[in-house]
């Protein structure tokens, strides 16, 4: 079930993760084209030493590179079967944990943990043991592993049976659920979770508030957090690499196309998401439809830029989420645009280079998620802003406890107070803007990627 491809000499910084640094895809011609993905792991690992990334491979591109021992140095992949992938990932990280940890149920019908989940669940302990195993067999002695999200969560405590001599970490990128939510899971599938991840010498999370609310879990079901340390890392954006990027020549193209759009005098306000549950764009684009009504002076005046990009469509209820993003738009152009104006401006396809122009260009970010471990779309536009951006964003967002402050903050249920909260990020003066978004560009700053994974690696190892 593993693959062989292992690296030359034992590793002593692990990580682990489901997805990995880069991603293959298989062309017709039997060619493998290799993709390197971003994020803030990415960064924060690149100025570590003697490293090993173990991921698992996702798909049939990188399936093949596994078979063929394609690869790169310190990237190991896990070939692992595909039906115990996708009964793993697809049902149970994220149809059940991912929807656990950012409340997304419709509890009068679901969830409804039958023997299919059972199954399904089995699949996720051997995907965690696969993980393990691999991570035992790489890791020299003492090393130190850091396993990322829940996807893992079983990892910690398996890996500690294997390896008693190891310093083991896990990150939760996610926000953590409140325990009478968490208490919607089967009690021993809840415990077993929270025993996994305590199996870490230390577990850690982006906010004060997730660590609290693992802490109030592991305290009502198990009676404490054991011997396990809980630590809080907030990730920052990127900065250096933000703005070295965002001036490079394709940035430049995709601004002038999108001004094009857009039209010269007219503001913007701008999202840039994954097409995700918890990111809630449709009450983003209800608020957006209920500024127009409301306040009609900003018709032609103003335009929607919203990135929405495609996520986990092996889930029906993400295409179907994607599905309602795309009518909803369509609907508010139907009712509102005119010959000259276009009121959103929904673009579906992935490019990067094209978020950055936005963030340049943006004179309002809308980041309103329903939940959100941290958002960095949050943190990079401000440090990105070519002339200040206001900020409306959701006090349920990880990034709300760094940025509040200068942020307009909302509940992302209230589309009323969403389109009021645009009113007034539009209307902000331009030194307000400007001040604000200075400090929000500190702020957002303050724990560059690379610091984020020294100071998890360091406090691990000190413990
Ligand atoms: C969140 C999770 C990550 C995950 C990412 C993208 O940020 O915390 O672990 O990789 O979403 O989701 P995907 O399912 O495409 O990997």
């Not at 997805?19 to 924060?44: F, H, M, N, W």
């Not at 692992?80 to 149920?105: K, P, R």
């Not at 990730?235 to 601004?255: C, N, P, Q």
């Not at 857009?262 to 998401?273: L, M, N, S, Y």
Request: aromatic share 8%.
């Amino acid at each position: 079930m593993v693959s062989e491809h292992t690296s030359s000499s034992p590793a002593q910084v692990l990580v682990a993760s489901n997805r990995g640094p880069i991603t293959y895809t298989l062309g017709e011609d039997g060619t493998l084209d290799a993709k390197r993905g971003g994020g803030g792991l990415v960064s924060g690992l690149s100025a570590v030493d003697d490293k090993l990334w173990v991921c698992a491979a996702l798909g049939d591109g990188d399936r093949e590179a596994v078979r063929r021992g394609v690869g790169e140095e310190g990237v190991r992949m896990l070939d692992i079967d595909a039906e115990v992938h996708a009964d793993a990932y697809n049902g149970i990280a994220n149809s059940v944990l991912w929807f656990v940890h950012h409340l997304l149920y419709q509890t009068p019908v679901e969830p409804v943990f039958d023997t299919e989940f059972r199954r399904q669940w089995a699949a996720y302990e051997t995907y965690n043991r696969a993980f393990a195993e691999a991570l035992a067999q790489e890791a020299g002695p003492g090393a130190a592993v850091l396993v990322q999200d829940y996807h893992l969560a079983l990892v910690p405590g398996m890996l500690r049976e294997l390896r008693p001599d190891l310093r083991i970490g896990h990150f939760s990128h996610t926000p953590w659920a409140p325990v009478d939510y968490f208490r919607l899971l089967p009690d021993d599938i809840a415990e077993q979770l929270l025993r996994g991840i305590l199996g870490a010498d230390r577990a850690a999370f982006l906010t004060r508030r997730w660590a609290d609310a693992f802490i109030g879990c592991c305290t009502e079901i198990l009676g404490g957090t054991g011997r396990t340390r809980i630590g809080v890392h907030g990730l920052g954006a990127d900065a250096d690499f933000l703005r070295r990027r965002s001036h490079e020549a394709d940035v430049d193209e995709r601004m002038a196309a999108l001004r094009e759009q857009v039209g010269e005098d007219r503001k913007t306000i701008v999202r840039v998401d994954r097409t995700e549950l918890s990111k809630n764009i449709v009450r983003g684009l209800h608020a957006y439809r209920t500024l127009l009504e409301t306040r009609p002076e900003w018709r032609e005046r103003v335009v929607h830029i919203a990135f929405a990009y495609p996520s986990r469509q092996d889930l029906a209820v993400y295409r179907d989420y994607t599905a309602a993003v795309q009518t909803l738009a369509t609907e508010i152009n139907a009712a509102y645009g005119t010959e000259s104006w276009t009121p959103v401006v929904l673009h579906v396809k992935d490019d990067f280079a094209r978020s950055l122009a936005a963030y340049r260009l943006a004179d309002v970010a809308l980041v309103n998620p329903i939940r959100d471990g941290m958002n960095l779309v949050a943190k990079e536009v401000p440090v990105v802003s070519d002339h200040g951006c206001a900020l409306v964003l959701s006090r349920e967002a990880g990034a709300y406890e760094e940025l509040g402050e200068d942020a307009i903050v909302v509940n992302p249920y209230d589309v009323t107070g969403t389109a009021e909260a645009l009113h007034e990020a539009l209307t902000m003066s331009g030194d307000e803007r400007s001040g604000r978004t200075k400090r929000l560009a500190e702020a957002a700053t303050a724990l560059p990627p690379q610091r984020w994974f020294r100071d998890q690696l360091e406090a691990l190892r000190q413990g």
